[in-house]
């Protein structure tokens, strides 16, 4: 197994399906094999991010059947995790992330390996990359709630929630990155932040007396159906409407209308909970903003199903 670095823009001229499968051509066919059941990291060109955005594990590699010489690494899509922060080439002292990639002069080649869709990580590299990545965010607005006080609080989720205490502490990186209450933590503070610690189905934004807010992360894919930790799959939601969302009590239209299971929810405790105009409020990044596959999903295998 190695780890390496896959190019992979949101928008892409290739068969590519972000967080499903990576499409590339032969000439990068051994060094994908190599990284299967290993872990990548995911980087954004001047189309995207334009940085590091995310680790993701490789689970096999297969033909593309479309297109002779090409294949397509697939990914789990469970384990993708979203970094805090979109990490830049070069690391706060200018050195870069991947060494290999230095000219002369310290910085990035303009041509040469810097061009590959696919390179090798060290065990270095990859460390620095993902401590990099995985920064948590400061600030009490980052900070999540006790997910034992939201389970006392709200017993029945559909998900069941995570303890959140102290990220588990170990050099093996891998090890944390398949750590749940580790990636329920880093999707509660990136959910937040999104959305200004605000309720996309309410639009308050309470906060306790220690000044926390009491807004929630919710998965709109669950995890258990191999939902990722990323905030195109999350939603800022007070403790009632997480619970609703979760039981299937309400939903999100494509076009961001709120969908009421009128049967089950009174027209009158609709009208108190969700913002006038029953439209979700978006996050202010547009890469942030619930993503169409994850909505569809929620509507169709949950929305409605459960009570």
């Known amino acids: 197994m190695a780890q390496a670095v896959f190019i ?6 290739y068969r590519d399906e972000p967080g499903r499968r990576y499409n590339f051509p032969q000439q990068y066919l051994g060094m994908v094999e190599e990284t299967v059941g290993d872990w990548v990291v995911v ?3 001047k189309r995207g991010a334009f940085g590091y955005v995310a680790v993701q594990k490789v689970v096999a ?10 294949h397509f690494a697939v990914f789990a899509p469970e384990t993708l995790l979203q970094f805090e922060t979109i990490v830049p080439r070069a690391g706060p002292g200018g050195e870069l992330y991947e060494r290999r990639l230095e000219g002369p002069d310290g910085r990035a080649y303009s041509g040469g390996l810097n061009t590959s869709a696919v390179r090798r990580l060290t065990p270095q590299e990859f460390a620095s990359i993902v401590d990099a990545g995985l920064r948590e965010i400061e600030g009490a607005d980052a900070m999540p709630r006790a997910a034992e006080d939201d389970a006392r609080a709200l017993p029945g989720l559909a998900e069941e929630a995570s303890v959140f205490g102290a990220a588990p502490l170990s050099p093996d990186r891998t090890k944390l990155l398949s750590s ?16 200004d610690s ?9 906060r306790n007396g220690g000044g926390r807010p009491e807004v929630q992360a ?17 939603l800022a939601l007070s403790g009632t409407l997480h619970w609703m969302f979760d039981r299937g009590l309400i939903s999100v239209a494509e076009d961001h209308s709120i969908l009421i299971s009128h049967n089950k929810v009174p027209d009158d405790v609709a009208k108190r909970l969700i913002v006038p105009g029953q439209k979700l409020l978006l996050p202010k990044s547009r890469r942030d903003h619930p993503h169409p596959e994850y909505l569809r ?3 169709e295998e949950v929305f409605g199903q459960l009570g």
Do not use: T
């Open 8 to 13: 992979q823009n949101p928008q892409s001229i």
């Open 43 to 45: 980087y954004e060109g």
């Open 61 to 70: 590699v297969e033909p593309d059947p479309l297109r002779d010489g090409w």
């Open 180 to 195: 749940r209450s580790y990636r329920d933590q880093a999707f509660q503070r990136m959910v937040k932040r999104a959305y």
């Open 198 to 206: 605000r309720c996309a189905i309410s639009g308050l934004q309470l």
């Open 218 to 234: 919710a998965h709109i894919r669950p995890v258990k159906d191999k939902g990722p930790d990323i905030v195109s799959n999350g």
């Open 297 to 299: 999903y929620h509507r």
